[in-house]
């Protein structure tokens, strides 16, 4: 179905257009050419020959017109515009128009020595094949009025007769410009010497710089939801020229305004070391991008509401930038399948962003921060390099690729407001996962890894949800361990009557307090009497008592891959329990929770917190007090034996239960 019902009519006479066979067309008719605006008789066609004829002008910014069977050119034919006058400060120009109320069809060549406006609001078809060497190529199924162009006024204007433009093959000396309601590129296009421009909107300004480059000015949205994309690149268009620049401006948000399914590359200067520029603008729309995009070294800029990126895309040493959002935005770099630049640069541009496939995010201002991704930095791993830098982005999906280590800083806030409803969200990649917060952020979901979030103070939990001060809520997250807040710590005095056994800077041994996870308040080396070595003092009263010696310091050991409680530990926590109800003497039972070096860091540092917990349960369950007990988790970091042996990992499967 079609709508507007003109529209379909637009596209069938199209269609029917571009079916017609090239050798059908025919050089424009002198009978169809008339000279309508600028100066008189400065303006005259002639047919040369069969296959040639030639436009000839002796002043600037002439308009012609033909009518009857248009302008069109078949394989063979050569369409000259040829400028004789003077005093003209830039290349001069020529708007011609068809006024058919046919489609032009151009399969020839278009060659001269001034600028071409070219204008059919009926539409334009370059077929397979067709050349322009021209000083530059403008060409419009938009209006432009003799008056304005008289002027130096270049404004199009949509009139509702516009069928847009189709490029089936082309290749081009200098600049050529496309200027429609929709552009579709679905053959190869060469520009060697200049820039390839694509426009698309309701109405469109163009200006030329101090330099004579063109500029353009979408000062009017298009309403259109073509499912194809109001400028098209097929999965058979090739798009290669110095520099690239599609844009166009749509006013559905849901509008494909950008859609690169082929081949878009810039190849820069030739006559320097000026790498290319490649543009893609869809102002108020998505932009989608699965083929291939390559600036060799130059740079690619992305602009659109959303943004989704299933390419590869090369930017070599310059800059990736990419701006995204209006009300609210969203960028895909899920699905890219290659990525090389130097660096990339995310600039949310709506209330609320997102970002979805990034990884090992850090927050280190407000809404900012730097990220990691495959293909972007100089590193031998993208992923934990964190070449990515973004601004105004308030909700993270993370990358599944890797397991992410996610870092909020003091500085780092996560958090604006849409509606009424505060947004600061990071979400999990599946992955097991480290958060740390010692900033703020309203969201975090764990997603179903076993993930990790440090940093919290005055944390509320239940089972796998909760909230805090600093993070207002989270969800699927496996272990939470609150913030610690350190004192000032004291001036460090060895005692004179204890040696310290091993060297904490030639790695750990097993007596160090390390190896047992101790953790001290006053930040003093605190040994067990039942881990001292022979030869060490042992001269405090606790050491005097021999079950004091043997239960105020445990270690119980665990299956692997397991927190459940066994046996033999079952027979030492009694033991403990007992001694600590018969004793009356103890305020804190210290549980610190350790893993070996198997899995990964995060799903480690979650298992020792579960052996801590079962740990405690057992001990509870004999009477225990619950307000007695302190845990600590961590993970694989501090080994009591090495980890290359079964039995050095058997020894580090462990809980220190410490009574104090």
């Known amino acids: 179905m079609c709508f507007p019902r003109f529209y379909c009519k637009r596209l069938i006479a199209f269609a029917a257009s571009i079916m017609m066979p090239a050798s059908l067309l025919a050089l424009p008719s002198t009978a169809d050419f008339s000279h309508i605006g600028g100066i008189a008789d400065s303006a005259n ?162 200006t030329y710089d101090s330099n004579n480059l063109i500029q353009f000015d979408i000062t009017e949205a298009i309403d259109a939801n073509d499912p194809d994309g109001v400028i098209h690149v097929t999965a058979n268009g090739q798009i290669i020229a110095q520099d690239v620049n599609l844009r166009a401006r749509v006013l559905d948000p849901y509008s494909l305004a950008i859609n690169n399914q082929g081949l878009i590359r810039a190849t820069g200067l030739d006559t320097s070391s000026t790498p290319g520029v490649i543009r893609l603008i869809g102002q108020g729309g998505t932009v989608l991008s699965k083929g291939e995009i390559d600036a060799g070294d130059g740079e690619i800029e992305i602009m659109a509401g959303t943004i989704n990126l299933a390419s590869q895309l090369i930017a070599g040493t310059s800059n990736f930038t990419i701006g995204f959002g209006t009300n609210f935005g969203l960028l895909d770099v899920f699905e890219i399948n290659k990525l090389q630049t130097q660096s990339l640069n995310i600039n949310g541009l709506g209330q609320v962003n997102m970002v979805l496939g990034l990884a090992n995010i850090e927050v280190n201002g407000l809404n900012e921060g730097t990220a990691g991704l495959e293909g972007v930095g100089v590193s031998a791993d993208n992923w934990t390099e964190n070449a990515v830098t973004f601004s105004n982005v308030h909700h993270f999906t993370l990358t599944g690729e890797v397991s992410n280590s996610v870092n909020v800083t003091a500085d780092g806030q996560l958090f604006t407001q849409f509606n009424g409803v505060d947004v600061g969200h990071i979400i999990s990649g599946g992955n097991d996962d480290i958060f740390t917060v010692d900033g703020d952020i309203v969201f975090l979901d764990g997603g179903h890894g076993d993930d990790v979030l440090n940093g919290v103070f005055n944390p509320i939990s239940n089972l796998n949800s909760g909230t805090s001060d600093n993070v207002l809520s989270w969800g699927n997250i496996e272990a939470v361990f609150p913030a610690i807040i350190q004192p000032e710590p004291p001036e460090f005095k060895m005692p004179v009557n204890i040696n310290v056994p091993g060297s904490v800077s030639t790695g750990l041994n ?17 040994l067990p009497c039942a881990y001292r070595d022979k030869d060490e003092a042992k001269d405090d009263d606790d050491c005097a008592e021999t079950d004091l010696e043997v239960l105020a310091s445990s270690l119980i050991h665990f299956d692997f891959d397991s927190s459940a409680i066994t046996l033999a530990s079952q027979d030492r926590l009694n033991r403990v329990a007992s001694f600590i109800l018969q004793e009356d003497r103890f305020d804190r039972v210290v549980l610190s929770g350790h893993a070996d070096n198997v899995g990964t860091i995060a799903y480690n540092l979650v298992l020792s917190a579960r ?27 501090l080994p009591a034996k090495s980890n290359v042996t079964d039995a050095g990992r058997a020894y580090n499967r462990r809980v220190h239960v410490e009574l104090e």
């Open 45 to 206: 066609y002639t047919i040369n020959n069969a296959n040639e004829s030639t436009l000839n002008l002796t002043a600037d910014r002439q308009v012609v017109h033909f009518s009857g069977g248009g302008f069109n050119l078949s394989a063979s034919e050569v369409f000259n515009a040829s400028y004789t006058g003077s005093n003209v400060s830039q290349a001069p120009s020529v708007l011609i128009k068809d006024v058919s109320e046919n489609p032009s069809a151009i399969f020839g060549k278009m060659n001269g020595n001034m600028q071409v406006f070219l204008i059919n609001q009926n539409g334009v078809l370059f077929g397979n094949g067709s050349s322009v060497d021209l000083p530059g190529l403008v060409v419009s199924s938009l209006d432009l009025s003799a008056s304005d162009f008289e002027a130096g006024n270049f404004n199009f204007i949509h009139n509702g007769l516009s069928s847009g433009i189709t490029i089936e093959g082309l290749t081009s000396v200098n600049d050529v410009s496309f200027i429609s309601d929709t552009v579709t590129i679905d053959g190869e296009v060469n520009v060697t010497n200049g820039g390839f421009h694509a426009v698309a909107g309701e109405n469109v300004v163009v």
């Open 611 to 637: 052996r801590t917990t079962s740990t405690a349960d057992y001990l509870k369950g004999q009477g225990i007090a619950p307000s007695v007990f302190e845990t600590h988790a961590f993970g694989e970091s």
């Open 510 to 526: 097993d007596n160090s307090s390390s190896s047992f996870g101790l953790v001290s308040t006053d930040q003093s080396l605190k």
